[in-house]
């Protein structure tokens, strides 16, 4: 018989009742060192005292709002957001599915506007954008795909970071090219700076727009608010989710004003976008992450997890061959099937993420204490061990 909720993910035996910073303890009481951080969510740690509050202090006045009215929560994040990147305006999302889905609109919509035929959109393969028709047609993964056609039309997949396959597919029918700088669920693959700078280049000569896809590698994940400002580029569009909201559903389209010039009332709409809670929670996330001072103790630890990571690659040669990534946003290459790896962890009480190309992923709040990295690199070793 059919589980009553729909059996669409194959689940650990393991249920979570309560969280404290790095720490997601269970309905049994173990206490598990959660270095996945729901998938970069968390990024402040479970229950985040500022995030408590920001959220009850909401909940107490007024929960939503249609966007038929003004939102001061909304405009407040929005302001947050326009003042630390590229954009000039935000559209408000409940997940980077629906950012992806904007991002695309946006991206066509601008080109019908200015009266071109231009609705190609070239993306990589081991791309992830979410799990719409759309963004399932946008990353083109079999397994993602399979059974769900007919799909959107309109996408090129090349092959990752090929700048010589996109130099030859981009031209006068190309809306944009849509990428994310460190691709996630393809296995914590970041795009070297001087591609990126290519694939700007390449954009700029074209006219064709860039949509990065920041869901996973934004919000402070690098160590840089967002991971292009890597390489000293901007896009035109940029898809924002998960840690801005620090685990409450939030997610943004970024926009320069010429990119956003075809998004007119009616164009686009959300009822549940914008919302006072989610917005609420979501300034406080920018006003904690876009600091220097806390974006500069993001790298320190980085450093830190990197070295022992090395250290821990290296005792254990049968099980990992690499560590690769950038920031908190690390991935262990693994010669043995990473999901046996995430299995090992669960029994040494550490919670880590399977990504696609054989890598185990690290994503753990930014607010890690270096204790915890300490003893988390001892938990994989000994997660290591069980496999040898
Ligand atoms: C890079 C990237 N884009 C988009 C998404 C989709 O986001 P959501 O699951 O919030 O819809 C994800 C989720 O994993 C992601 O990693």
């Known amino acids: 018989m059919i589980s009553h909720v729909l059996p669409t993910y194959n689940r650990a035996p393991i249920a979570f009742e309560r969280g404290e910073g790095a720490w997601a303890i269970a309905t049994d009481g173990t ?37 038929l009215y003004q939102i001061p929560e909304q405009e407040r994040l929005a302001d947050l957001l326009v003042a630390h990147t590229f954009a000039d305006t935000v559209f408000v999302t409940n997940s980077g599915t629906e950012a992806a889905e904007l991002a695309i609109k946006m991206a ?29 047609a946008a990353s083109g993964g079999e397994k993602m795909v399979k059974g769900f056609g007919p799909l959107m039309p309109g996408f090129v997949h090349l092959p990752w970071g090929d700048m010589d396959a996109l130099e030859a597919a981009i031209g006068p029918r190309t809306a944009a090219v849509m990428l994310e700088p460190v691709q996630g669920e393809g296995g914590i693959r970041p795009l070297p700076d001087a591609d990126l700078r290519r694939v700007r280049e390449l954009c700029d000569r074209t006219g064709a727009l860039l949509i990065l896809d920041e869901v996973q590698s934004g919000m402070g994940r690098t160590g840089k ?5 890597w390489a000293g580029v901007t896009p035109d569009i940029m898809m924002v989710a998960k840690g801005i909201g620090g685990g409450f559903p939030l997610g943004a389209v970024l926009a320069t004003e010429a990119a956003a010039a075809g998004m007119a009332a009616g164009t686009h709409g959300s009822t549940y976008g914008g919302n006072p809670l989610a917005c609420a929670v979501g300034a406080r996330v920018m006003e904690i992450v876009a600091d220097p001072a806390f974006l500069a103790e993001v790298n320190r630890k980085a450093g830190l997890l990197r070295q022992k990571l090395e250290a821990l690659v290296a005792a254990h040669p049968e099980v990992f061959a690499a560590v690769r990534g950038q920031g908190l946003m690390l991935g262990l290459k693994c010669k043995v099937a990473p999901a046996d790896l995430v299995k090992a962890g669960y029994a040494e009480h550490i919670l880590t993420v399977p990504a696609g190309d054989g890598v185990l992923r690290l994503l753990p709040p930014l607010t890690i204490t270096d204790a915890e990295i300490a003893e988390a690199v001892q938990r994989l070793d000994r997660a290591a061990g069980r496999l040898e």
């Open 108 to 136: 066509r919509k601008y080109w019908s506007e200015k009266g071109e035929d231009r609705s190609e959109i070239l993306t990589f393969e081991g791309a992830f954008h979410g799990r719409s028709t759309g963004a399932i």
């Open 225 to 229: 608010l967002f991971a292009h400002e």
């Open 31 to 67: 206490r598990y060192l959660d270095l996945g951080a729901g998938i970069a969510v968390n990024a402040l740690g479970h229950a985040n005292p500022a995030l408590v509050a920001a959220l009850t202090e909401q909940a107490g006045r007024i929960w939503h709002v249609s966007n």
